[in-house]
T-cell receptor, first 111, second 114 residues
Framework: QKEVEQDPGPLSVPEGAIVSLNCTYSNSAFQYFMWYRQYSRKGPELLMYTYSSGNKEDGRFTAQVDKSSKYISLFIRDSQPSDSATYLCAMTVGSNYKLTFGKGTLLTVNP | EADIYQTPRYLVIGTGKKITLECSQTMGHDKMYWYQQDPGMELHLIHYSYGVNSTEKGDLSSESTVSRIRTEHFPLTLESARPSHTSQYLC?????????????FGSGTRLTVV
């Protein structure tokens, strides 16, 4: 079993839809959770960062962590064509440990 | 704007050639990483460094080598390129400190070996 599982999609939604992206993990020691966005032919860029369980909101994006279920989510409200990208979840035990990435979910928002 | 720079962005080279992919960061990060990513596929860690004169192999076996002589510079070298080395190579860096757990990635080098 991989430490981090992420459905690769692809996911296609109409503009304005609410998008839900998810990852599950098996290592209960993970404490820090991140979402990266990667446009085609670019490097990933950090989108959201959360520590511990709960929700964090930043504009149209909400990151949610449920450590009891080992499940994290990224919600995108009022999705735009410019949100079309691959979204990767990542997590780590702490600052002296490497990030473990999910495979990424390819999202297309259709105008 | 990215503070981590990779050159070249694109490289097409013949089999057997020696190549060096450059990666430099201006953030003073002590940790640096090289990932390999094929189109539509996941990131694979091939090398990392936690500081000057420190280098380690990553999770994916690679014929490439790296060096870390200066904090800001982490070049990757292939002594003899082969078509199987065709891929996108991403460099990243991170700091050590409270709250600094994210990586900053470069834009990548897309390597094609013919």
């Amino acid at each position: 079993q991989k430490e981090v599982e992420q459905d690769p999609g692809p996911l296609s939604v109409p503009e304005g839809a609410i998008v839900s992206l998810n990852c599950t993990y098996s290592n209960s020691a993970f404490q820090y959770f991140m979402w990266y966005r990667q446009y085609s032919r670019k490097g990933p860029e950090l989108l959201m960062y959360t520590y511990s369980s709960g929700n964090k909101e930043d504009g149209r994006f909400t990151a949610q962590v449920d450590k009891s279920s080992k499940y994290i989510s990224l919600f995108i409200r009022d999705s735009q064509p410019s949100d079309s990208a691959t979204y990767l979840c990542a997590m780590t035990v702490g600052s002296n440990y490497k990030l473990t990435f999910g495979k990424g979910t390819l999202l297309t928002v259709n105008p | 704007e990215a503070d981590i720079y990779q050159t070249p962005r694109y490289l097409v080279i013949g089999t057997g050639k020696k190549i060096t992919l450059e990666c430099s960061q201006t953030m003073g990060h002590d940790k640096m990483y090289w990932y390999q990513q094929d189109p539509g596929m996941e990131l694979h860690l091939i090398h990392y460094s936690y500081g000057v004169n420190s280098t380690e192999k990553g999770d994916l076996s690679s014929e490439s080598t790296v060096s870390r002589i200066r904090t800001e510079h982490f070049p990757l070298t292939l002594e003899s390129a082969r078509p199987s080395h065709t891929s996108q190579y991403l460099c990243a860096s991170s700091a050590t400190g409270a709250g600094d757990y994210g990586y900053t990635f470069g834009s990548g080098t897309r390597l094609t070996v013919v």
